[in-house]
């Protein structure tokens, strides 16, 4: 028996959702779908509970030592709470490879968890839509999704001022590294986790950490050279450098198609180990209340590896709701959610509830949403409620209106009522 008194937090790192937060959700998920769907994509899912192993391979040491919520089942089976999908995704695409028609085009909204400390921007159990294309080894793939990307952006009515899409390739710090630099191995792996957090790094202690790793002056002037580059520095590498390019050829094509909002940066990395050319991240460049990046994605050509399958090139992103939440907030763009409820029916006598059911029934036939008042109370009780939980319509039914087969439609906007036969309260209602 339990004799301490429990706690009414949720666990740390996870939110309680009261209704009118899911509807706030629902209509950032809402747009991610039907964008979505507009585009082709098809939606999927895969289980919540995978095989830990599935994120040690390929997903990288930070995510896969730090952050996985994993445990041993009764089997025996050590086993992780999904913190991510596209491993998932790599492992029901080898799966049916060779039955899928290609290209793939495929989006999930779906709930995740990471052992992460929690913060503004960062919770331990979030849900993120994945939207990925398969099979297109050309930067065709990452213009469309870049196109999908825009069009969810000018449906949330963002402003074109607020946001920035920041783009780099993976090939470029490659060239980097080996070229310019020529390093490999530990050295090369810590100058990456380096650059993944410059952002948030000041840049003394930025160049202190590039000094600590054991990069020499000069190595260290490159680095910081390189982390200033702009897409037109490219052009003196692009023979020499297949990230170049990439980089090269996909701005060429998004300007062509008038593509807004988007920007090369060198320091954009990703730290998610199976990531293998273009790596995107789109912020929030209209305030500072948002540090963190809205989403984040890229190509991943090689993934399809650890099943035994032969490469299958893969460009997809990881859309979170916490960060685009706390962004739509920001700048007041979510819209006045306060119920799904269409219509609110009163009873005044308990001798008209067959009465209320048929009219309830006869709205919800119709499409709408409509909830009843199950015991009987005064008017003004009733018309509270309604206007306390946003519901616009009213229908009030009394002896009255019984005797005259009708029934009274209150605007609780408006204030103004109607009469009206059971028949015409939908047109009345739109």
Request: net charge negative; with cysteine.
């Amino acid at each position: 028996m339990i004799k301490t008194k429990l706690s009414t937090q949720p666990y740390k790192g996870t939110i309680d959702m009261y209704p009118e937060d899911v509807l706030q959700k629902n209509y950032l998920f809402d747009v991610w779908k039907r964008v979505a769907k507009s585009f082709g994509y098809e939606e999927y899912d895969t289980p919540i509970l995978e095989e830990a192993d599935l994120y040690r391979v390929k997903s990288g040491d930070e995510l896969a030592n730090n952050q996985l919520f994993n445990f041993v089942d009764k089997g025996g089976r050590e086993v992780s709470l999904r913190p991510e999908m596209t491993p998932s995704l790599a492992r029901i695409i080898a799966a049916k490879k060779y039955s899928l028609i290609l290209p793939i085009r495929w989006f999930n909204i779906g709930r995740f968890y990471r052992y992460e400390k929690p913060q503004k921007g960062r919770t331990r159990e979030f849900v993120q839509l994945n939207i990925d294309i398969l099979g297109v080894s050309s930067i065709e793939a990452e213009v469309e999704i870049i196109q999908f990307v825009m069009k969810v952006m000018q449906e949330l009515k963002a402003k074109e001022g607020t946001y920035e899409l920041k783009i780099n390739n993976r090939y470029l710090f490659d060239y980097l590294v080996k070229d310019l630099l020529k390093i490999e191995g530990e050295l090369k792996d810590k100058l990456a986790k380096a650059i993944d957090n410059y952002l948030k790094m000041e840049k003394s202690t930025f160049n202190e950490y590039l000094k600590e790793i054991g990069l020499s002056d000069s190595q260290r002037d490159t680095v910081l050279e390189y982390l200033n580059w702009e897409i037109k520095d490219l052009v003196n590498i692009k023979d020499t450098s297949r990230g170049a390019q990439e980089l090269l050829a996909l701005f060429d094509r998004l300007e062509e198609l008038g593509v807004k909002n988007v920007r090369f940066c060198p320091y954009i990395m990703r730290g998610l180990a199976y990531y293998t050319g273009t790596v995107v991240e789109m912020y929030d460049i209209g305030s500072k209340e948002n540090p963190r990046a809205l989403f984040g994605g890229g190509r991943y050509d090689d993934l399809l590896e650890i099943f035994g399958q032969e490469k299958l090139p893969a460009f997809g992103l990881g859309w979170g709701d916490v960060t685009t939440l706390d962004y739509l907030r920001t700048y007041n763009l979510l819209p006045e959610l306060t119920t799904d409820v269409d219509v609110f029916v009163t009873l005044m006598d308990e001798s008209f509830s067959s009465d209320i059911s048929d009219i309830a029934n006869y709205l919800r036939e119709n499409g709408l949403n409509v909830q009843v008042q199950l015991t009987s109370t005064k008017l003004g009780k009733q018309l509270q409620y309604a206007d306390k939980k946003g519901i616009k319509w009213v229908v009030i039914v009394g002896e009255e209106e019984i005797k005259e087969g009708i029934v009274q439609l209150k605007d609780m906007n408006t204030k103004q009522s109607y009469k009206l036969k059971k028949e015409e309260l939908i047109d009345r209602i739109g």
